[in-house]
């Protein structure tokens, strides 16, 4: 399995890049306009599987646009943003792929590629797909590192892109305004605080209930335990002196 690319001009003429004998970054975009899958197939020939399909059997419908997430700072030259991830919320719904191994607590080194997951959206036409994807950019919640996230949302924003008329110099025609706006795109993270530290919260609550109920009984520390469940200081003054194995008073 392989990919042609190609570059297009302003003149609307095709030019050769390169042949890849191997599967690319997008193939997720050939397989949601397909419903073929690469990597199956890709297994399969490398089991010695004869390729059955043929072209006429291939009928692409609908667009597919890709996001790559990336731990890296838009507003500092794109530099790489290595670190802990302290939470993670990935968008779903109809038509929305995300290709990612990633978890909260997973520490993003600063060795390899900065991408951290694949952000697919598929629609019936170029409007719905950029619409699904500007909808699942906004539900993307990464914290803990830097990222290209609401970069991504300017640019789909941006009459260039929306038009579908855009070059390769769209970075350099759509960074200066979002530098200058750079505070667009952080409600999400402001919401995904709030949300953090309310689900903290009730988990800590449920806990701390939990351990209580589980110290009290039967326990002849029941109420220092309590105390301790709840962050309070337990009375000791109030509890009977012990005696060790040596005699002394404890």
Not at 72 to 79: A, C, K, Q, T
Not at 96 to 111: Q, T
Not at 158 to 187: C, M, N
Not at 223 to 240: C, D, G, Q, W
Request: charged share 25%; hydrophobic share 40%.
């Amino acid at each position: 399995a392989g990919t042609i690319e190609f570059i297009l001009n302003e003149d609307g003429k095709f030019y050769f890049l390169e042949v890849n004998a191997r599967l690319q970054v997008e193939h997720p975009i050939t397989e949601l306009v397909t419903g073929i899958d690469l990597v199956k197939w890709q297994i399969l020939i490398a089991g010695g599987e004869p390729l059955t399909l043929q072209q006429k059997e291939i009928k692409p419908r609908g667009v597919a646009i890709e996001c790559r997430i990336c731990a890296e700072d838009p507003l500092h030259d794109f530099v790489p943003s290595p670190g802990k991830i302290t939470h993670l919320q990935t968008p779903g719904g109809p038509s929305i792929r995300v290709d990612s191994a990633l978890y909260r607590g997973w520490e993003v080194p600063m060795y390899y590629d900065a991408l951290l997951a694949k952000l697919c959206a598929w629609g019936k036409d170029r409007k719905e797909a950029i619409s699904r994807m500007q909808r699942a950019l906004r539900e993307f919640v990464l914290l803990g590192v830097k990222s290209n996230i609401a970069f991504l949302i300017k640019i789909l924003e941006s009459p260039e892109f929306q038009s579908g008329r855009y070059d390769t110099k769209i970075v350099e025609k759509v960074l200066p305004a979002f530098i200058d706006k750079k505070e667009v795109g952080d409600f999400h993270i402001l919401a995904a605080m709030a949300a953090a530290i309310y689900a903290y919260r009730t988990e800590a609550s449920i806990l701390n209930q939990a351990t209580v109920q589980r110290l009290v009984q039967g326990s002849p520390w029941k109420e220092a335990s309590r105390s301790l469940a709840v962050n309070i200081r337990p009375r000791l003054t109030k509890r009977p002196f012990l005696r060790n194995n040596r005699g002394k008073t404890t």
